[in-house]
Each structure stands twice: as C-alpha cells, then as structure tokens.
C-alpha cells in the first residue's frame, strides 16, 4: 500500500505544483518544532519525498495559521496543541514556489497531547536528540534546529 501511495505521490505532485503555482501565486505553510519531555524534536519522513521534516503544512483557505498547524500536527502526527504555542519566525521558501511563505512554532513539552495515528502522507514519526538527527534531515529542518538550540537570529529565507 506505502508503495502504492509513493507512485501517486510521485506522479501528482509535479502537476499539483503546477495548478498550485496557477491558482495559488501566494502560498502560504506551517511548521511545529514539537519537542518531548527529554527535548527531543519530532520529525516526519512522508511517503513521497525522501528526507525527515519538521511536521507542518499548507495553510487551507479561510483557515489561519494558528489554525493549520494545530490541524497539520493533529492530522501528521496526533499531536493536539492545549496552549498556543510560541511564534518563532516567518521564513520565505522560493524553492517551491515564487512566493511560498513558512511560519515556524515551537510547540514545547506540556501544552500539547499526542495520539500517535497513521497518515497516508507519513511514512514514520519520530523524536530524535539533537545531536541523533537521521542522515537525511533535510537542510533546511537542520538550520531552524540550529538557530533555535543556539539561539541565532532568524534569516529571511528557509
């Protein structure tokens, strides 16, 4: 079944960036820096696109951020946010798209529940120590968990 969901992935994903570049020029997404009660980071690999992510996603239509990612971490990972968490930084992503915004927050150890669940869209979801990333952690994720275990400013681009 994972194997069957990569190939539809692998196949609609090049024409859902097209019709998203088409009919969304402005898009906007999330992410949640989850840490658990030993300070380790929750990351998702999803099941069409090689490499550990922080768990997030895009902003639906009529939905605000706080909104998406309360709805991206229960829908990913089981994770239900009980206390708004702590807005980190607004990021700019041109790689995906020409005008890709990404809202990061960190979501800490007591202001949420988690009911770890199956996703189609996750393959696996774990915590790992910061200095135990898997290989493949994306660059990206790698530099949001760097300025903030060092305390660096935010840069403008993701």
Same mark, same amino acid.
Do not use: C
């Given at each position: 079944?994972?194997?069957?969901i990569?190939?539809?992935?692998?196949? #609609?994903?090049? !024409?859902?960036?097209?019709? *998203?570049? #088409?009919? =969304?020029?402005?898009?906007?997404?999330? =992410?949640? +820096?989850?840490?658990?009660?030993?300070?380790?980071? !929750? !990351?998702?690999?999803?099941?069409?696109?090689?490499?550990? %992510? @922080?768990?997030?996603?895009?902003?639906?239509?009529?939905?605000?951020? *706080?909104?998406?990612?309360?709805?991206? #971490?229960?829908?990913?990972?089981?994770v239900?946010?009980?206390?708004?968490?702590?807005?980190?930084?607004? %990021?700019?992503?041109?790689?995906?798209?020409?005008s890709?915004?990404? $809202? #990061?927050? *960190? &979501?800490e150890?007591?202001?949420?529940?988690? &009911?770890? =669940?199956?996703?189609?869209?996750?393959?696996?979801?774990?915590?790992? $120590? !910061?200095? $135990? +990333?898997?290989?493949?952690t994306?660059?990206?994720?790698?530099?949001?968990?760097?300025?903030?275990?060092?305390? @660096?400013? $935010?840069?403008?681009?993701?």
């Amino acid at each position: 079944m994972e194997q069957i969901i990569s190939v539809f992935w692998i196949v #609609l994903r090049p !024409l859902a960036r097209v019709y *998203l570049r #088409l009919a =969304r020029p402005l898009t906007m997404g999330v =992410r949640g +820096l989850v840490r658990d009660e030993e300070g380790r980071v !929750l !990351l998702v690999r999803h099941s069409y696109t090689p490499g550990w %992510y @922080l768990p997030g996603g895009g902003v639906e239509r009529s939905e605000t951020v *706080l909104t998406s990612l309360k709805r991206e #971490l229960d829908e990913e990972v089981g994770v239900m946010v009980t206390t708004p968490p702590r807005f980190i930084a607004l %990021y700019a992503n041109f790689r995906e798209f020409k005008s890709d915004h990404v $809202a #990061l927050f *960190l &979501v800490e150890h007591g202001t949420y529940d988690r &009911v770890p =669940r199956k996703s189609l869209e996750i393959a696996e979801a774990k915590f790992f $120590a !910061l200095d $135990a +990333l898997p290989d493949d952690t994306t660059r990206g994720t790698r530099a949001r968990l760097r300025e903030i275990s060092e305390g @660096l400013p $935010a840069p403008d681009l993701w």
